[in-house]
């Protein structure tokens, strides 16, 4: 909530969803309701944070969307049997 608010007693809300894909695998949404945040930042950016997420993505052999210019992504990975 640090930087999704920026610190202003504002009230927000944090999504977390993790579902079945029908391709046998898995879609996890991750995201908040932030008005400030409006702009397409995963080919743009280039933080620790981020990197160690599209890391994380690589090793499931997985992909990662921002919907929109919204705050939430999803990241779509196979099942592992």
Same mark, same amino acid.
């Given at each position: &909530? !640090? /930087?999704? =608010?920026?610190?202003?007693?504002? !009230?927000? /809300? *944090?999504?977390?969803? *993790? @579902?079945?894909?029908?391709?046998?695998?898995?879609?996890?949404? %991750?995201?908040?309701?932030?008005? !400030? =945040? /409006?702009?397409? $930042?995963?080919?743009?950016?280039?933080?620790?944070? *981020?990197?160690?997420?599209? &890391? =994380?993505?690589?090793?499931?052999?997985?992909? %990662?969307?921002?919907?929109?210019?919204?705050? +939430? $992504?999803? +990241? /779509?990975? !196979? @099942? +592992?049997?």
């Amino acid at each position: &909530m !640090k /930087h999704g =608010f920026n610190g202003n007693n504002e !009230k927000g /809300h *944090l999504l977390f969803d *993790l @579902s079945e894909t029908d391709d046998n695998g898995y879609k996890l949404r %991750i995201g908040d309701d932030n008005p !400030k =945040f /409006h702009e397409q $930042f995963l080919d743009t950016t280039d933080t620790l944070g *981020l990197e160690l997420v599209t &890391m =994380f993505v690589e090793q499931l052999d997985g992909e %990662i969307l921002q919907l929109g210019n919204s705050a +939430i $992504f999803e +990241i /779509h990975f !196979k @099942s +592992i049997d």
